[in-house]
Every structure is written in structure tokens, then in C-alpha cells.
């Protein structure tokens, strides 16, 4: 069973590279009549015969082989990992300087910076959650940083 799973996946996997790749049926006619044999699956040995699943891989290239290039284009977008533009940081660096000892801005906060900076609130969110992990310490670590810089010696009685 287990293999084959395997073999459906590899399948599966051969497909989208080949719809990706070559931008065309990834099939001839010959292949699309044919299918792997699963059910007889003897010392190793695959055997191919005509299937309904070939049939229905087929009807289906027919049926959306319009929208493979649009399928293609879309998971060849690389995420677009860019900057907010540096208006907008410094808008949210100012925020963050004047609220420097408790950095969550409330939800009328967040529009009104959204307004002035032409971010939506979810970058606005996104943004103060890496700032706060990546530039603050809360309350709570720092009291823990200063006890662990303490030395021993303030806690020992003569």
C-alpha cells in the first residue's frame, strides 16, 4: 500500500513538473490512454493498461488546459519580500519612540497609522510585532535582566 502511494505521488509530481516545465499537456495521447497498473503489482514489476483515470486526466487537460499558463504563472511568483517604504517606517519609528515603554498601539492607533502611512493594519500589526521581538525588551524580561545580572553576593547574608 504503501508503495503505491508513493507511486500515485511520484506521478502527481511528474505531472506538475512537466504542466510547469513545459507550459503544454503534459501528456502525448499514447501516455494519456495509458496508466500504472497498481492492483497488479507482481515481484516488482509494474504493468501499464488503459484506465479510466487516464480517460479522466485527459478530459481534464481538455477541460482546463486553458488556465495551466495562469496556474504556471502563479506558482512561479516568488513572495515579494520587500521594505515598507521609509516614509512610512520612520512614521512607525516615531510611534514607536514616543510609546517606547509599552509598544501596542490600540486599534485607533493602528488606523490612524495606516492613514498617515498608506500601509494596511495588517503590515501595520506585522511591523510592531517583529519590532517588539527583534527591539524590545517588556517589563517583565527586564526585571529578569537585571536579577540575572545581579551578583550573588547582594543575596547572601553576614
Same mark, same amino acid.
Given at each position: 500500500?504503501?508503495n503505491i ?33 497498481? !492492483?497488479? +503489482?507482481?515481484?516488482? &514489476?509494474? =504493468? ?13 487537460? @481538455? ?45 485607533? !492607533?493602528? +488606523?490612524?497609522?495606516? &492613514?498617515? =502611512? ?9 511591523w510592531f510585532?517583529?519590532? @517588539? ?26
Open positions: 500500500a504503501c502511494s508513493i507511486l500515485k505521488l511520484n506521478n502527481i509530481s511528474e505531472f506538475v513538473s512537466r504542466v510547469l516545465v513545459d507550459d503544454v499537456s503534459p501528456w502525448s495521447d499514447e501516455e494519456l490512454s495509458k496508466e500504472v497498473d497498481t !492492483d497488479n +503489482i507482481e515481484n516488482g &514489476e509494474l =504493468t501499464t493498461k488503459s484506465s479510466e483515470e487516464g480517460q479522466l486526466k485527459e478530459k481534464l487537460v @481538455r477541460m482546463y488546459g486553458s488556465h495551466i499558463s495562469s496556474l504556471k504563472h502563479e506558482f512561479s511568483k516568488k513572495k515579494k519580500k520587500g521594505k515598507l517604504p521609509k516614509e512610512a517606517r520612520q512614521t512607525l519609528l516615531q510611534w514607536w519612540n514616543l510609546h517606547c515603554k509599552w509598544p501596542y498601539p490600540t486599534e485607533c !492607533d493602528k +488606523i490612524a497609522l495606516a &492613514e498617515s =502611512t498608506g500601509l494596511d493594519q495588517k503590515q501595520i500589526n506585522n510585532i517583529n519590532q @517588539r521581538k527583534r527591539h524590545w525588551k517588556s517589563p517583565e524580561n527586564m526585571q529578569l535582566a537585571v536579577f540575572d545580572n545581579l551578583s550573588p553576593h547582594f543575596f547572601l547574608q553576614d
